[in-house]
């Protein structure tokens, strides 16, 4: 069952055997695609690759990391971008995206903590749905890595939050300073995913 009449769709094939392949899907409705080429093509550009949110965001994340060639993308991690209005998460299989919610929130109703409330249990949430649904308890959400790009909570405020000494799902919060000490005191929060998605990717899949 496709979800739209009119789609463009691609594939990339993961894994492979004498028996079976293993394929990565992607589609999109075909006017939503046509309409940012347009977009471009009016403004004398040409499209040259195209990237989601969640593959730029794990690229940032690993991008330091990749000076050490014998760095292994990590299994069972789920990323979580906080925006002012809305908040992302995704959950990564070394570097297969394999879930992605996005959601849209009222700000006006949830400040400081009462937002980091509702982050906490939409969390607890999607990580038993991981668990339970996905991988019949076989495997659970081992790391949680935090991007704060709101401007109504602080680092400090996100750290001390979901930081717990001993926790069996370990909360890192991203820093911009391991990229670069300038890029981190020139540019805002809200540019980090285009800026991740201008990165190269020295080993992996993508």
């Not at 769709?9 to 993961?14: E, F, P, R, S, V």
């Not at 996005?102 to 929130?105: D, L």
């Not at 409330?117 to 990580?127: H, M, P, R, V």
């Given at each position: 069952m496709i979800p739209f009449k009119d789609m463009k769709?691609?594939?990339?094939?993961?894994k492979k055997n004498e028996d079976s392949y293993e394929v990565i899907m992607f589609y999109a409705p075909r006017h939503e695609i046509k309409?940012?080429?347009n977009l471009f093509f009016e403004m004398n550009m040409q499209v040259v690759k195209t990237d989601i949110p969640p593959l730029a965001l794990h690229r940032l994340y690993y991008y330091r990391k990749h000076d050490d060639m014998t760095v292994e993308f990590e299994t069972d991690i789920m990323f979580l971008a906080i925006f002012d209005d809305s908040y992302s998460l995704y959950i990564f299989d070394e570097e297969i995206p394999i879930f992605s919610l996005?959601?849209?929130?009222n700000v006006s109703e949830l400040e400081g903590e009462k937002y980091l409330?509702?982050?906490?249990?939409?969390?607890?949430?999607?990580?038993n749905y991981y668990r339970f649904n996905i991988n019949n308890g076989d495997k659970t959400i081992e790391k949680l890595v935090l991007f704060n790009m709101t401007t109504k909570l602080t680092n400090e405020q996100v750290r001390n939050y979901f930081y717990e000494e001993g926790a069996l799902m370990k909360a890192e919060l991203f820093d911009m300073k391991t990229i670069s000490k300038i890029v981190d005191?020139?540019?805002?929060?809200?540019?980090?995913?285009?800026?991740?998605?201008s990165l190269m990717q020295p080993k992996g899949f993508w």
């Open positions: 769709m691609d594939y990339i094939i993961h309409s940012y080429v996005v959601q849209n929130i409330d509702t982050l906490d249990q939409e969390i607890a949430k999607i990580s005191t020139l540019i805002d929060k809200e540019c980090y995913i285009p800026l991740a998605a």
